[in-house]
T-cell receptor
């Protein structure tokens, strides 16, 4: 079956710290992988995506690499800002995009 | 431009009553998705429409749940004989088409069943 597991939060970091949020997946076939972000008081929005093994998605200083051998899609950022405080969701969709599977979300708190 | 809108924003209902949730997608978006987010849980995919068709309804939690979309635009999610476990935030999203297109999410409807 298909599922996504991401690290539990909350994750609390100081500004300019390095961020990693772990995400691993189980999937049949070759899924596409996504990170979505939900800022306080706002709706979910796409942060980045990757469609095949070894692809690297990037946006707003965030990166994630599709690792087929470890079935992972960890989110990283070299230097977080207070404005990055949000809930981050890892997700996958099978090759035919007929369903989407989301992780439970990881809350990130960045302190000045 | 207008984003995805959902109504009502909040709904409190008694157990056993039927409720109808509405989603207005972004104009021109042919794909529409419904999700459920229970407290402390991730998003649970319920159903998607490409145009007015829902190819796969297996994500709906029970036969009390149904959804339809008319005119390739507005969609309604209906829950019959509501139960307390139906309490959650119901999210709608739309995208240009099925596939890798970005999904744009609405603000959600918070449903509370008492």
């Amino acid at each position: 079956g298909n599922s996504v597991t991401q690290m539990e939060g909350p994750v609390t970091l100081s500004e300019e710290a390095f961020l990693t949020i772990n995400c691993t997946y189980t999937a049949t076939g070759y899924p596409s992988l996504f990170w979505y972000v939900q800022y306080p008081g706002e709706g979910l929005q796409l942060l980045l995506k990757a469609t095949k093994a070894d692809d690297k998605g990037s946006n707003k200083g965030f990166e994630a690499t599709y690792r087929k051998e470890t079935t992972s899609f960890h989110l990283e950022k070299g230097s977080v800002q207070v404005s990055d405080s949000a809930v981050y969701f890892c997700a996958l969709s099978p090759y035919n995009f007929n369903k989407f599977y989301f992780g439970s979300g990881t809350k990130l708190n960045v302190k000045p | 431009g207008a984003g995805v809108s959902q109504s009502p924003s909040n709904k409190v209902t008694e157990k056993g009553k039927d409720v109808e949730l509405r989603c207005d997608p972004i104009s021109g978006h042919t794909a529409l998705y419904w999700y459920r987010q229970s407290l402390g849980q991730g998003l649970e995919f319920l159903i998607y429409f490409q145009g007015n068709s829902a190819p796969d309804k297996s994500g709906l939690p029970s036969d009390r749940f149904s959804a339809e979309r008319t005119g390739g635009s507005v969609s309604t999610l209906t829950i019959q004989r509501t139960q307390q476990e139906d309490s959650a935030v119901y999210l709608c999203a739309s995208s240009l088409s099925q596939g890798l297109y970005e999904q744009y999410f609405g603000p959600g409807t918070r449903l509370t069943v008492t």
